[in-house]
């Protein structure tokens, strides 16, 4: 399953832009995945720059169950190069 770590709260236009663009790509292609919201939990924070190996990383990133896929500019990447599947690991 697809995991989309995101920020319900945040003052960042270009975040809130990204993440609604990786839901919308996912939605209108019907794959399944689900939202963690790292703002309700610190944990969530915490887990997913441990999982991403990258102790400052910040939403939205995208991972298929423990692994890693990438961030919003990976996986623009994988949409222009027509690989999104091979980027999420479908």
Not at 30 to 51: A, C, G, W, Y
């Amino acid at each position: 399953m697809l995991t989309v770590y995101m920020a319900s709260v945040s003052g960042s236009v270009k975040m809130k832009k990204d993440q609604e663009r990786i839901i919308s790509v996912l939605t209108s292609k019907n794959i399944p995945f689900k939202q963690v919201d790292i703002t309700q939990n610190s944990e969530d924070k915490d887990l997913m720059r441990k999982k991403a190996n990258n102790p400052s990383a910040l939403p939205p990133q995208i991972f298929n169950g423990d692994a890693y896929c990438g961030d919003i500019n990976a996986f623009n990447e994988a949409i222009e190069n027509e690989e999104l599947e091979k980027f999420l690991k479908l």
